[in-house]
């Protein structure tokens, strides 16, 4: 059912997708609105600021949760400051409740004619608590992620690949005060994504984003407890308006 689930969910992106490009079509005509960067590698101008706001849904494999558990959304909120000599800063904030997500870190860029490229590195400190039926149980930890950007300008809209690895440099679990479980310096996984971003209606842009993500470990599904050294698959899906 999951799998039946996330194959819809990648039909309506699909379908979302090509909503896009008919509106990009039909509004051909209008002066040229070229979409901001927020996942591009385009180089910013010197401090100027791109935010976004908007929902990621990340699916969990059914053999560790349970599936009225395995998808919730959460609010994403990007934000992205240019810097001298093509860096940028770069952070990322997912809000689950349940589980939250703090990312920052930087990136270099360069552009040649209408391909740019951006090599990175991330960092997030992430937290979750269980407080419910009796449980008392919380976890946290610190995760970097090395990136690396491809993208390409069509004009009217912008295409993005990005490769990343999962470094989990920190993992703690309690329960109540105990100390149920703890981990360090280890290899997570790695994920590919394609985004694209694009005008949408008269001044406003969207992101519209595809990741697929083979990973040991998965911060959102911390409360599994999952104990199997395995690769599992992780799809994810976001939508966000660019302010």
């Given at each position: 059912?999951?799998?039946?689930?996330?194959?819809?969910?990648?039909?309506?992106?699909?379908?979302?997708?090509?909503?896009?490009l008919?509106?990009n079509?039909?509004?051909?005509?209008?002066?040229?609105?070229?979409p901001?960067?927020?996942?591009?590698?385009?180089?910013?101008?010197?401090?100027?600021?791109?935010?976004?706001?908007g929902?990621?849904?990340?699916?969990?494999?059914r053999?560790?949760?349970?599936?009225e558990?395995?998808?919730?959304?959460?609010?994403?909120?990007?934000?992205?400051?240019?810097?001298?000599?093509?860096?940028?800063?770069?952070?990322?904030?997912?809000?689950?409740?349940?589980?939250?997500?703090?990312?920052?870190g930087?990136?270099?860029?360069?552009?040649?004619?209408?391909?740019?490229?951006?090599?990175?590195?991330?960092?997030?400190?992430?937290?979750?608590?269980?407080?419910?039926?009796?449980?008392?149980?919380?976890?946290?930890g610190?995760?970097?992620?090395?990136?690396?950007?491809l993208?390409?300008?069509?004009?009217?809209?912008?295409?993005?690949?990005?490769?990343?690895m999962?470094?989990?440099?920190?993992?703690?679990?309690?329960?109540?005060?105990?100390?149920?479980?703890?981990?360090?310096?280890?290899?997570g996984?790695?994920?590919?994504?394609?985004?694209?971003?694009?005008?949408?209606?008269?001044?406003?842009?969207?992101?519209?984003?595809?990741?697929?993500?083979?990973?040991?470990?998965?911060?959102?599904?911390?409360?599994?407890?999952?104990?199997?050294?395995?690769?599992?698959?992780?799809?994810?899906?976001?939508?966000?308006?660019?302010?």
């Amino acid at each position: 059912m999951t799998r039946s689930y996330t194959f819809r969910a990648f039909l309506g992106i699909l379908g979302a997708v090509a909503l896009l490009l008919m509106v990009n079509t039909a509004s051909a005509q209008e002066p040229s609105a070229r979409p901001p960067g927020i996942a591009s590698p385009a180089p910013l101008r010197l401090w100027q600021w791109e935010l976004s706001i908007g929902l990621s849904l990340s699916t969990l494999p059914r053999v560790i949760v349970e599936e009225e558990l395995n998808q919730s959304p959460a609010l994403d909120l990007r934000s992205r400051l240019g810097l001298p000599w093509g860096f940028s800063a770069d952070a990322r904030l997912l809000i689950q409740v349940l589980t939250n997500h703090f990312e920052f870190g930087g990136s270099w860029s360069f552009a040649i004619g209408r391909f740019a490229v951006s090599l990175g590195d991330n960092s997030a400190w992430w937290f979750g608590f269980l407080t419910i039926d009796g449980f008392d149980n919380s976890a946290n930890g610190w995760l970097n992620y090395p990136n690396v950007s491809l993208g390409y300008d069509f004009g009217r809209f912008r295409v993005v690949l990005r490769a990343e690895m999962l470094l989990v440099l920190s993992f703690r679990s309690y329960a109540g005060d105990y100390l149920l479980s703890s981990d360090k310096n280890g290899f997570g996984g790695f994920s590919s994504s394609v985004t694209i971003e694009q005008p949408f209606w008269k001044n406003t842009h969207v992101l519209i984003g595809f990741k697929a993500s083979y990973l040991k470990y998965f911060y959102q599904s911390w409360f599994t407890y999952e104990t199997f050294n395995r690769y599992l698959f992780i799809p994810e899906l976001s939508f966000g308006f660019i302010l």
